[in-house]
């Protein structure tokens, strides 16, 4: 009897391993070869799953970003304004070991996203989602009442997402380069005082 495949589930075994050796070796570094190896199959299984390269990479980053949503999903059920943002902005910083691998992840695609459109492309559309999601709770806290007494303009509070999402940029990578400089409880702190002084 001919042995049962499961595609989906050798097609999520094949962007793990991708993300893998990303993450340990680096995105030049992840060559279809070696992330056949990393995975336990050969080139002609990924050619089975895959169109090239990109598509494994593509698909590497979209597999992380939905595992990050799902996550997110359940960390800010129940929650508005400003405590759903806060759990967005923490989740987002590579505050432990699975969010720095993320992090590491996102970041190892940022110079390659410069050189591919395709690639910038994905980066632009995932990266608007949270910006979107970032804002529509800035706008849940103002209509609460959680800004303070001053009512912020529609424009203040698209400046504030940018600022928020450009922290949160910011202190994952000087988490990932300068950790002797930068801890985890400091990027955390630095993220609640923004926080506070909404």
């Known amino acids: 009897m001919p042995k049962i495949v499961d595609h989906d589930e050798r097609r999520r075994e094949v962007l793990s391993a991708a993300g893998r050796v990303i993450v340990r070796d680096g995105i030049d570094a992840a060559t279809t070869r070696a992330i056949a190896k990393e995975a336990g199959y050969s ?37 508005t304004g400003l405590a759903a943002l806060r759990e967005v902005l923490l989740d987002n910083l590579p505050l432990d070991a699975e969010r720095a691998q993320e992090s590491r992840l996102e970041v190892s695609f940022w110079s390659r996203s410069l050189a591919s459109e395709r690639l910038a492309e994905v980066q632009r ?5 949270l910006r979107a999601a ?65």
Not at 59 to 65: G, K, T, Y
């Open 43 to 79: 080139n002609g299984v990924l050619s089975h799953y895959f169109a090239d390269k990109d598509e494994i990479l593509l698909s590497a980053l979209r597999q992380s970003h939905q595992r990050i949503r799902e996550r997110l999903v359940g960390k800010a059920e129940g929650l």
């Open 134 to 198: 970032v804002r529509e709770l800035l706008g849940q806290a103002r209509a609460d009442g959680e800004l303070g007494d001053n009512p912020r303009a529609d424009e203040e509070l698209d400046d504030l997402a940018e600022h928020l999402l450009a922290l949160v940029d910011g202190l994952s990578l000087h988490l990932l380069l300068y950790p002797e400089r930068l801890t985890r409880a400091d990027a955390e702190r630095i993220m609640l005082r923004a926080l506070d002084r909404l």
């Open 125 to 129: 559309a995932e990266a608007e989602e």
